[in-house]
């Protein structure tokens, strides 16, 4: 079994795929898991560089897919948070 989290953002989804940043594949430290990490590098070894295919365990390729998800939900909602303040607490204290 492989893991192959994506990192597509939203309106850029074919961009991302055609071109993205970095593949990350994540598989079994056994040599049938090698084989199969390798085959899929291969895969997209059409498009993308070699340099740019990033190859790890499993647990390591999907703790990096939830890391990814934590920073953009932070990110995310601190823009809500200071969307919130500016709205209703400015009101409150400039009125």
């Known amino acids: 079994m492989l893991s192959n989290p994506e990192f597509l953002a939203e309106g850029t989804a074919v961009r991302d ?3 993205p940043d970095r593949v990350l ?3 079994e430290q056994t040599t049938e898991g090698k084989a ?3 085959a899929l590098a291969k895969v997209y070894g059409h498009w993308v560089p070699c340099d740019r295919v990033v190859t790890m365990n499993t647990w390591s390729s999907e703790l990096s897919k939830l890391v990814l998800f934590y920073i953009a939900w932070i990110d995310i909602f601190s823009f ?3 969307d919130f ?3 209703y607490m400015a009101c409150t204290v400039f009125a």
Do not use: C, D
Request: overall charge positive.
């Open 17 to 19: 795929l055609l071109k």
């Open 25 to 27: 594949i994540g598989g």
């Open 36 to 38: 199969a990490i390798e």
């Open 80 to 82: 809500k948070l200071a």
């Open 85 to 87: 303040f500016y709205t």
